[in-house]
């Protein structure tokens, strides 16, 4: 599973020999999990007193009808609570467990679900020349500040040169935010004229990268409802415009959700992937709700891989998702 920011990314390059940097990779990662346990606060307090008076006491229909009650109101999803539920209740009976072996046993359940089933499908392939990345969500899902912390991690952490398109052409602020963005980040900026086409942005960012030597072009679109059939049409249709500027392109489209919508962020995965193929999911705002498992209910329910997490404002509270880390943070 990818944890870091190196293990996210594919780069065809040697990996580097742990030695010295081991270490402060682990110490960072260490960290990054207290940030994501004490910001998933809401979620945990709000099953993790379930859970625990479930499991420990004496397991009968009532004891799994209360735990099922508790995921399901964090979000997790009917159907991958049953489906967790259900094997728990089987494993107990047929091994004995009970206390603290039912919540570890629970917490490896919920990590598997949350994995993806494909091995090396929540990684990212920047192996392309240059690698396109578009970037797709409802207006307020964070989507423009991602996509510059995004950035900045590829040009400082990955030392990777990265083109920022911003196709997001109705939105002056969401523009003039993503070049604060870029400017930040180091990375070249791609604009057009208000109200502009988002495709032609698309088309020259990429043409940019290809003729600068670029190495990542990460496209900015408009913030859309997924019920509107017209706006995200058109977002097929920036894809397609992309796809002529660069045969195969874009190589990921990464939607990102609001964890604070609950059961509404299953729809809208559902429906922007139907729109645009979707390969990965960046959840944000994992901090203000307490219905954090929707993590668990995207990556278990639709398969589409839960790639990047956002746990707060700082530029490193923006990481890679770890599903067993994520399910720790959850319960314990």
Same mark, same amino acid.
């Given at each position: 599973?990818?944890?870091?920011?190196?293990?996210?990314?594919?780069?065809?390059?040697?990996?580097?020999?742990?030695?010295?940097?081991? $270490?402060?990779?682990?110490?960072?990662?260490?960290? %990054? %999990?207290?940030?994501?346990? +004490?910001?998933?606060? &809401?979620?945990?307090?709000? @099953?993790?007193?379930?859970?625990?008076?479930?499991? %420990?006491?004496?397991?009968?229909?009532?004891?799994?009808?209360? !735990?099922?009650?508790?995921?399901? /109101?964090?979000?997790?999803?009917?159907?991958?609570?049953?489906?967790?539920?259900?094997?728990?209740?089987?494993?107990?009976?047929? +091994?004995?467990?009970?206390?603290?072996?039912?919540?570890?046993?629970?917490?490896?359940?919920?990590?598997?679900?949350?994995?993806?089933?494909?091995?090396?499908?929540?990684?990212?392939?920047?192996?392309?020349?240059?690698?396109?990345?578009?970037?797709?969500?409802?207006?307020?899902?964070?989507?423009?500040?991602?996509?510059?912390?995004?950035?900045?991690?590829?040009?400082?952490? !990955?030392?990777?040169?990265?083109?920022?398109?911003?196709? +997001?052409?109705?939105?002056?602020?969401?523009?003039?935010?993503?070049?604060?963005?870029?400017?930040?980040?180091?990375? /070249? %900026?791609?604009?057009?004229?208000?109200?502009?086409?988002?495709?032609?942005?698309?088309?020259?960012?990429?043409?940019?990268?290809?003729?600068?030597?670029?190495?990542?072009?990460?496209?900015?679109?408009?913030?859309?409802?997924?019920?509107?059939?017209?706006?995200?049409?058109? !977002?097929?249709?920036?894809?397609?415009?992309?796809?002529?500027?660069?045969?195969?392109?874009?190589?990921?489209?990464?939607?990102? @959700? +609001?964890?604070?919508?609950?059961?509404?962020?299953?729809?809208?995965?559902?429906?922007?992937?139907?729109?645009?193929?979707?390969?990965?999911?960046?959840?944000? &705002?994992?901090?203000?709700?307490?219905?954090?498992?929707?993590?668990?209910?995207?990556?278990?329910?639709?398969?589409?891989?839960?790639?990047?997490?956002?746990?707060?404002? /700082?530029?490193?509270?923006?990481? $890679?998702?770890?599903?067993?880390?994520?399910?720790?943070?959850?319960?314990?």
């Amino acid at each position: 599973m990818a944890r870091d920011w190196q293990d996210l990314f594919v780069t065809g390059a040697e990996p580097a020999s742990e030695g010295d940097a081991e $270490p402060a990779r682990e110490e960072e990662r260490r960290g %990054f %999990f207290r940030r994501l346990r +004490d910001n998933m606060a &809401k979620t945990r307090q709000a @099953i993790s007193a379930e859970v625990s008076s479930t499991l %420990f006491d004496t397991l009968d229909a009532e004891t799994w009808e209360h !735990l099922e009650e508790a995921l399901i /109101a964090a979000d997790v999803g009917a159907r991958t609570t049953a489906q967790v539920v259900e094997r728990l209740e089987r494993e107990a009976e047929a +091994d004995e467990l009970d206390g603290p072996a039912l919540t570890r046993r629970l917490t490896e359940l919920l990590a598997e679900l949350a994995a993806p089933a494909e091995a090396g499908a929540d990684r990212i392939d920047l192996r392309h020349e240059p690698t396109v990345l578009l970037v797709v969500g409802v207006n307020g899902t964070g989507k423009t500040t991602t996509i510059g912390k995004l950035a900045w991690h590829l040009r400082h952490t !990955l030392d990777r040169t990265v083109v920022i398109g911003a196709a +997001d052409t109705f939105r002056a602020a969401a523009v003039e935010q993503l070049e604060r963005w870029a400017e930040r980040a180091g990375c /070249a %900026f791609v604009r057009g004229a208000p109200d502009a086409d988002p495709g032609s942005v698309a088309f020259d960012a990429v043409g940019v990268a290809r003729r600068d030597g670029a190495d990542v072009v990460i496209v900015d679109t408009a913030g859309r409802l997924h019920t509107q059939d017209d706006l995200m049409a058109e !977002l097929g249709k920036v894809a397609r415009v992309i796809g002529k500027q660069l045969p195969g392109a874009p190589h990921e489209t990464l939607l990102t @959700i +609001d964890a604070t919508t609950g059961q509404n962020g299953v729809r809208q995965a559902r429906l922007f992937d139907e729109a645009v193929p979707v390969s990965g999911i960046v959840l944000t &705002k994992l901090d203000g709700t307490a219905k954090g498992g929707i993590a668990l209910a995207i990556a278990g329910e639709l398969g589409i891989p839960v790639k990047l997490i956002g746990v707060g404002e /700082a530029l490193e509270d923006l990481r $890679p998702f770890d599903p067993g880390e994520f399910a720790r943070a959850l319960l314990t």
